[in-house]
């Protein structure tokens, strides 16, 4: 046995020996409870795995590892996301197919997984772009589409005339495409959407069942953005135009005009100084036509600018109102009051009802417009009961009514309620529940992806592909580029495009393939079932592996992908194809490694463009620059820093076991980690300390001391050794459970030194005392099975034991043998502290006493002195009263 940690002596032993004989194959024993540990299905970048993607999969490795020790069927599986624009666009960058590239980054993820020991069952993976895996894509998306939850619309979309493709609105940010970073332009093209807006209720009550951060589920409250108002009707007055047909002079006597308008804020509805119609709204093309001259061409000119600017440019809170008056006036319900009514772009089309009635007392995006157009500012609301003015706008819910006609005077909550049940009363409105959550945009017009299952018959209509012709495969083509118009680069397949219909005729194969995140919303399904060619999984196979009872990954899917899969397993739930509502239990989230990395200092001119930060530069480009010019910060470990850290690299210096010991250790698994060298060293001297323990307990190690550790008349260095053990026992597993790993690692760091005391003190002569030590080692070894799995089987082996760590029990921890036998007792004279006494912990209350009153110390203050009264309060203190 080595006497230090020689990780290139043993490590690809162990993983070798791993491999050989199937560990890791998930194993559905009768009788266990099951485990079901997952990371975040990853897109293998070109790149590789850097030491800050390997935060994500240790800890659940070591989670998974020590279930399986603990006696459960694991389920611990790993796939690549590999359908989707990140693969397509690399490929077009590297002039390469999507299809052999991503087989080839897959591999060098797998293999960089296997390198740091992550007991992954490989004969389960799959990738999304396989055909036997989106086959079943594809199916799921009938389902959808057969029950009206998968829909077509044309729609205005987010286009970016870099990539030549639309976006979804996550990825646009700032008016600007998140990935080529170019100005987003609008496009109106028929687009594919999934009705994720049916659930938004249940996607937010569902929450409240979940273990997840709080910082996630709130993040998907906000997104989904239930808010609760009340939506009503008001008139449209265009003046002249009664007047005129009163007097005859039109023909015809005009429709009277309405629109609606959606408020949370009802109760400040006599602060309605005008009104708002989103460019985009119905009733502008009447208003167009039944207004003056002047105001027809404002609004006109208006509406066409608005049109070429995405949704998120216009909510930037930065930038200036501006808007046209329509001509038409608005009636207030509650005082007949005649306001303005205006077009702005600061209201959407998508929400509400694309109309509001604006309060700039109390609204400050509606001060800001009144301010600009000079239009009145009411208050009705003000902070305190006896109707004080303050400073507008005034915004807080907190308040009481004035100028309110009978509702001054009021609280605001109550004045909300009883205009509801008026608007309600007088049959103009209703109370209402809007959400912010917009239907998933699916469809892209792009090659790399998994094609929809739908063909357009000569007759118009469309139809699902039959499930017998699925997969609808993915053409083998040479250039996939896209097309450049918008559509995708499957229309101009013939061999493609051409299908026969539903009727024997000639049909046209839908051409849009399915976004990415399509194929990342059922993964976690297939992995219970993955070589299933006669369904997408067998019923029997999900209901017992799923939910997963662990999901591990980044907070930046906090919304997106956690949403959609969580909706297609509530549509799922509907269908009764799968039994539970939610397909992850618990989440957990890590921390970010970040890497020291260098930037230029910026020069008076850059200095406004890129702020005091300065410009990244490379570590080759800082090499040749003074040290005075440079920056040194700590930054996301990633690509297109330049600051990774490989496994491999890291491996080769220091060892596999010693990487997880420092990406555990350094840190609390949710906080963000500075990669340090140091800390690597830091995590070999922890595993020298182990290798020595073992080899100093070797001789004296006895593999049968379960049978001789039972002792009539235990010794002080048997309590002593059985309670750090047990201690460690309890603490460890608690604390991996909780992904605690760093001070699970402490733990086994205190254990370890408490260990390496008795050593040093003696070497254990009596049978009894000898099985308590070899009880530690034995459970030392076990302990830090998960953490450290090459280590730990060679110790193992080294100590005589047979098979894997993996395969041995999880020690049990007992906690009467855990106890201290001692306790600390604060002794207070008229309390302050005067002394502190290391007792039995089985002491009574007398015995206490008596020791207080015994102590020296204690004397001192109550020379004297009359001792009025002693109060105990066992294991902690005692408390003396004495004058
Ligand atoms: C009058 C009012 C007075 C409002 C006040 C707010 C404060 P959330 O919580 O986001 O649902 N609104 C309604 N539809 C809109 C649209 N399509 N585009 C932009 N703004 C819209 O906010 C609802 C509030 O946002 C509504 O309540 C409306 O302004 C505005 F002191 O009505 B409120």
């Not at 069942?209 to 007055?237: A, C, Y």
């Not at 208050?379 to 303050?390: F, L, R, Y």
């Not at 959400?435 to 209509?461: E, F, M, N």
Request: net charge negative; charged share 25%.
């Amino acid at each position: 046995m080595p006497a230090r940690y020689t990780p290139s002596e043993f490590e690809a032993k162990w993983r070798a020996r791993w491999s050989e004989s199937d560990l890791f194959c998930t194993r559905e024993a009768d009788g266990r409870p099951k485990f079901y540990g997952l990371d975040f299905f990853p897109y293998p970048s070109g790149a590789g795995l850097s030491v800050g993607h390997c935060r994500n999969y240790i800890p659940t490795d070591v989670l998974c590892r020590m279930k399986a020790m603990q006696g459960y069927n694991v389920l611990h599986p790993m796939g690549f996301d590999a359908f989707g624009l990140p693969a397509e666009n690399e490929a077009i960058k590297r002039q390469s197919h999507p299809a052999p590239m991503i087989d080839r980054y897959a591999e060098t993820y797998r293999r960089q997984m296997e390198l740091i020991g992550i007991s992954y069952d490989w004969s389960r993976s799959f990738k999304s772009s396989d055909p036997g895996y989106y086959r079943w894509t594809q199916w799921i998306f009938k389902q959808l589409f057969e029950r009206g939850l998968a829909y077509r619309r044309m729609a205005a979309v987010n286009w970016d005339p870099v990539d030549k493709t639309v976006l979804a609105d996550e990825e646009v940010v700032g008016g600007r495409a998140e990935r080529s970073g170019a100005l987003v332009e609008k496009k109106l093209i028929p687009q594919w959407f999934m009705r994720i807006t049916d659930y938004a209720q249940r996607l937010i009550d569902d929450l409240d069942e979940l273990d997840w951060p709080e910082g996630i589920k709130n993040q998907q409250r906000n997104w989904i953005g239930r808010s609760d108002g009340v939506q009503f009707r008001m008139t449209v007055e265009i003046p002249g135009e009664a007047e005129a047909a009163s007097s005859g002079e039109l023909e015809v006597v005009p429709t009277p005009l309405e629109f609606e308008v959606f408020t949370t804020r009802i109760d400040t509805v006599f602060g309605m100084t005008f009104c708002v119609l989103a460019p985009e709204h119905p009733l502008v093309e009447t208003l167009m036509a039944r207004s003056l001259r002047e105001h027809a061409e404002a609004m006109m000119a208006y509406r066409t600018e608005a049109a070429l600017m995405s949704e998120t440019a216009r909510q930037a809170t930065d930038r200036e109102k501006t808007g046209v008056f329509t001509g038409a006036y608005a009636i207030n319900p509650v005082n007949q009051a005649r306001v303005a009514l205006y077009l702005a772009d600061y209201v959407l089309t998508g929400y509400g009802t694309g109309a509001i009635m604006a309060v700039p007392g109390h609204d400050s995006r509606d001060f800001e417009f009144a301010t600009k157009y000079g239009i009145d500012v009411l208050q009705v609301i003000s902070p305190s009961a006896d109707g004080a003015t303050v400073v507008l706008p005034f915004e807080s819910k907190d308040g009481w009514l004035l100028n309110s006609g009978p509702y001054s005077g009021r609280p605001v909550t109550e004045a909300q309620t009883q205009l509801g049940e008026w608007v309600e009363m007088l049959q103009i409105g209703e109370r209402k529940t809007n959400y912010k959550l917009r239907d998933w945009l699916i469809s892209r017009q792009r090659y790399w992806g998994c094609p929809i299952p739908v063909v357009h018959a000569a007759d118009g209509t469309m139809h699902s592909v039959p499930d017998d012709d699925l997969p609808v495969l993915l053409p083998e083509v040479e250039h996939y580029e896209p097309s450049g118009d918008g559509t995708s680069p499957l229309a101009h397949i013939p061999e493609f495009v051409n299908c026969t219909d539903q009727n024997g005729s000639l049909g046209r194969r839908e051409t849009d393939t399915m976004g990415g995140f399509a194929c990342s919303s059922w993964y976690f399904l297939r992995f219970a079932d993955p070589h299933n060619d006669q369904a997408g999984w067998d019923p029997a196979k999900i209901s017992y592996w799923l939910p997963v009872d662990c999901y591990v990954g980044g907070a930046e899917h906090a919304v997106m992908h956690l949403m959609y899969a969580r909706f297609w397993t509530k549509v799922l739930y509907d269908l009764e194809l799968v039994p539970f509502k939610e397909p992850f239990q618990r989440l957990q989230n890590q921390g970010q490694v970040l890497a020291m990395t260098p930037y230029r200092k910026p020069n008076e001119d850059e200095r406004l463009d890129v702020g005091e930060d300065g410009i990244l530069v490379s570590f080759a480009e800082a090499a040749g620059l003074p040290e005075a010019d440079l920056n040194w910060k700590w930054a996301r470990m990633s690509k297109s820093k330049g600051n990774v850290v490989t496994p491999d690299e890291a491996v080769e210096r220091f060892g596999a076991d010693a990487l997880r010991v420092y990406e555990l250790f350094v840190a609390p698994f949710e906080a963000d980690i500075q990669w340090s060298e140091d800390g690597m060293f830091g995590a070999v001297r922890f595993l020298n300390r182990v290798f020595r323990i073992t080899e100093d307990i070797t001789p004296i190690y006895n593999s049968d001391w379960q049978a001789q550790i039972d002792s009539d008349e235990p010794s002080a260095l048997w309590r002593e050794v059985r309670r750090a053990t047990h201690q460690a026992i309890l603490k460890v597993t608690d604390d991996i459970d909780r992904f605690a790993f760093n001070t699970a690692i402490s733990t086994l760091m205190i254990f370890v030194g408490r260990l390496e005391d008795r050593v040093k003190a003696r070497i254990a002569e009596a049978p009894a005392d000898r099985a308590a030590l070899s009880e530690a080692l034995s459970t030392l070894i076990r302990l830090i099975a998960p953490i450290t799995p090459h280590c730990a089987d060679e110790l193992w082996e080294a100590l005589g034991e047979t098979g894997f760590t993996y395969d041995a029990a999880w020690p049990v921890g007992r906690p009467e043998l855990a106890v201290e036998d001692t306790v600390t007792i604060a002794v207070q004279v008229n309390g302050k502290l005067r002394d502190t006494l290391v007792l039995s912990a089985e002491s009574d209350g007398p015995t206490l006493e008596a020791a207080a009153l015994g102590s020296a110390k204690v004397a001192q203050y109550v020379e004297g002195k009359t001792i009025r009264k002693v109060i105990v309060v066992p294991g902690k203190l005692v408390s003396i009263v004495a004058n």
